[in-house]
């Protein structure tokens, strides 16, 4: 069966929650992969908070290796998500994770991005619990991200959703990006590409 993975990336705020919203009317799994580092929290017994999952994420990655979290969200697909033909993976962080992905089927990145000013605002909005609670916090889990790869799979996305203005129009732009990767079943997809919708 040919598979078709949409991987979803983008820093802290950026809106990357938009596409899955938009894939989830169409009837399409949506695999989260910090939800295999919360798990491992839960486990160990943390609390949920930034700087305990940033520890959580680290010792996986250190004892497993640079892709772990995405081999572990892999064997999430596999056991529950088998007959799929097409998946969304939300929160890839490095082009390790993206190797994994592509042992699974066709692969297309969305980035969806934003400006660092609209992002902390929006994770001040937001408040969920663990958020960082002002500027320096925010910053240090941006560079947290980065540390881990994911500004090379921003830079090497297939397609790039800019989400400055309204949740309205992020909603219409991410339609299109997805409709566009659903026809061509991801094969239009090409490491780099970068074609980018949405406006500033």
Excluded at 57 to 65: C, E, P, Q, V
Excluded at 143 to 169: C, F, H, K, R
Aim: proline content about 4%.
């Amino acid at each position: 069966m040919s598979r078709t993975l949409i991987l979803v990336t983008g820093l802290p705020g950026s809106g990357k929650s938009i596409i899955s919203e938009v894939v989830r009317g169409k009837e399409i799994p949506v695999v989260v992969m910090g939800d295999v580092v919360r798990e491992e929290a839960v486990r160990r017994g943390v609390e949920l908070l930034p700087e305990n999952l940033s520890i959580v994420a680290n010792d996986l990655r250190k004892k497993y290796g640079k892709a772990a979290i995405a081999i572990f969200t892999s064997e999430k697909i596999r056991e529950n998500h088998e007959s799929s033909p097409v998946i969304v993976v939300d929160g890839v962080r490095s082009l390790d994770e993206i190797a994994v992905f592509e042992e699974l089927g066709n692969v297309c990145i969305i980035a969806v991005h934003a400006s660092p000013y609209k992002r902390f605002e929006r994770i001040r909005q937001r408040g969920r619990p663990g958020d960082p609670s002002d500027w320096d916090q925010f910053l240090g889990r941006d560079l947290v991200e980065l540390s881990w790869g994911i500004g090379n799979v921003i830079a090497l996305a297939d397609y790039i959703v800019v989400n400055e203005s309204t949740i309205e129009e992020a909603k219409i732009q991410s339609e299109k990006v997805v409709e566009e990767v659903l026809k061509s079943g991801g094969r239009g997809c090409s490491r780099g590409r970068g074609k980018a919708y949405g406006r500033r």
